[in-house]
Structure formats: structure tokens, C-alpha cells
């Protein structure tokens, strides 16, 4: 069975320091992978996407990077971290168009 | 502009009531999705419905393409049933958009 992790579960970061968020899924090759981002209180959405190894697509832009190094890593990150990208980080892999499975997520408060 | 618009925004219910929780699109799509969200964050997949009518236990869903339309009927509401109900819409760019969510708070 294919399992998602994310790391950290929490950080608590202050402005302008550097952050990176980690996703791994285990037991599936080649998966599309997802990053979501959700302000406290606000609405989910979709920031990058990756189909493969070294290609990432951006869908909001954010002051955020994303990169994936391996088959089965998607990493997000900045080097300056704004107030804004408080909130929860959500890491996701569509097998298909109509499945979707998420990671536990990473909540992120910045001061 | 907010592709997907759901409402209401919150809804209490006394246990065992019936919930009605409604999604509009701003394009026509048959990519639906409904989605719950766990108080701590984690999403759940819950149905996905690209028209007519889909069941899944106690959750019924309803999705008109030509209305842009989809609705979730969650009957005889339990306390564990409560938490925000996400839908959701695949563009055609691979993007998955969401609504801001239904708020359920079910009581004793």
C-alpha cells in the first residue's frame, strides 16, 4: 500500500529564514505529486505539481520553490519566508483524475 | 475569480438530522469532487461525481454539468460527521480547484 509523509509536522519559523518542506510517498513508482497550501481560515489551494523526476509545474505564485529530486520526494521551499505563507502545507498524489491522497500535512507559523 | 462557490458557510445539526451542502462552478465541468477535512487538517476523499447521482454510504451526491452544479446530502448526521466539507473541480490544466468549504458542527 502507498503511504504519504510529510516532514516537519509543525514549524513555528521567523520571518525572512528559510524553510523547506518535505513529501515522500512510499510503495508507488513515478507518482504525480502535489503541494497545497491553506491560509488559516482560507480556502485550499494548489500551488506546484510534478509528473516526473526534475519537472515542476507552478500553479499560484507565492514566493515559494518547489523541486523534486527523487522519484518519490517533492520538496517545497523558500529562502525568505513572508507572514503570508503561514498556514498548512498539504502534499498530495492523484493516481488518477478522480483519486486523491494526502499527507498528514505541516503547519507553519511564521513570526 | 472563485471558481467553486459553496454553501452554506457553517451548519449546526442536531444528531441524526439530514445535511444539504450545495457547490457551484464557474465553468461547466464534470471533475467533481467532495472532500472532508478532519478539525486537525488532514483531507479525506470522500466522492467523486462527474454527473447524475453517486452514493457512497450515507453520502449521497448530485453533480447537473449544464447547472454547474453538484450538491452533498449527508443523512442521519452523527458527531464524528462534523468538520469542513471541501468540493472541489479539475480543470483542464491539471489544477485542482477548491471551494472554501461547509463548516458541519453536529451536537448531542
Known amino acids: 500500500a502507498q503511504t504519504i509523509h510529510q516532514w516537519p509536522v509543525a514549524e513555528i519559523k521567523a520571518v525572512g529564514s528559510p524553510l523547506s518542506l518535505g513529501c515522500t510517498i512510499k510503495?508507488?513508482?513515478?507518482?504525480?505529486l502535489y503541494w497545497y497550501w491553506q491560509a488559516t481560515g482560507g480556502t485550499l489551494q494548489q500551488l506546484f505539481y510534478?509528473?516526473?523526476?526534475?519537472?515542476v509545474e507552478s500553479v499560484v505564485q507565492l514566493n515559494l520553490s518547489a523541486s523534486r529530486p527523487k522519484d518519490d520526494q517533492f520538496i517545497l521551499s523558500t529562502e525568505k519566508l513572508l507572514l503570508s505563507h503561514s498556514g498548512f502545507y498539504l502534499c498530495?498524489?492523484?493516481?488518477?483524475?478522480?483519486?486523491?491522497?494526502f499527507g498528514p500535512g505541516t503547519r507553519l507559523t511564521v513570526l | 475569480e472563485q471558481q467553486v462557490q459553496q454553501s452554506p458557510a457553517s451548519l449546526v445539526l442536531q444528531e441524526a438530522e439530514n445535511a444539504e451542502l450545495q457547490c457551484s462552478f464557474s465553468?461547466?465541468?464534470?471533475?467533481v469532487q467532495w472532500f472532508y477535512q478532519r478539525p486537525g487538517g488532514r483531507l479525506v476523499s470522500l466522492l467523486y461525481?462527474?454527473?447524475g447521482t453517486k452514493q457512497s454510504g450515507r453520502l449521497t451526491s448530485t453533480t447537473v454539468i449544464k447547472e454547474r452544479r453538484s450538491s452533498l446530502h449527508i443523512s442521519s448526521s452523527q458527531i464524528t460527521d462534523s468538520g469542513t466539507y471541501l468540493c472541489?473541480?479539475?480543470?483542464?490544466?491539471?489544477?485542482?480547484?477548491f471551494g472554501s468549504g461547509t463548516k458541519l458542527t453536529v451536537e448531542p
Open positions: 472541489a473541480m479539475l480543470s483542464n490544466y491539471n489544477v485542482l480547484y
Open positions: 510534478s509528473i516526473t523526476v526534475g519537472q
Open positions: 461525481n462527474p454527473s
Open positions: 498530495a498524489w492523484r493516481p488518477t483524475a478522480y483519486e486523491q491522497y
Open positions: 465553468i461547466f465541468t464534470n471533475q
Open positions: 510503495g508507488k513508482s513515478s507518482p504525480n
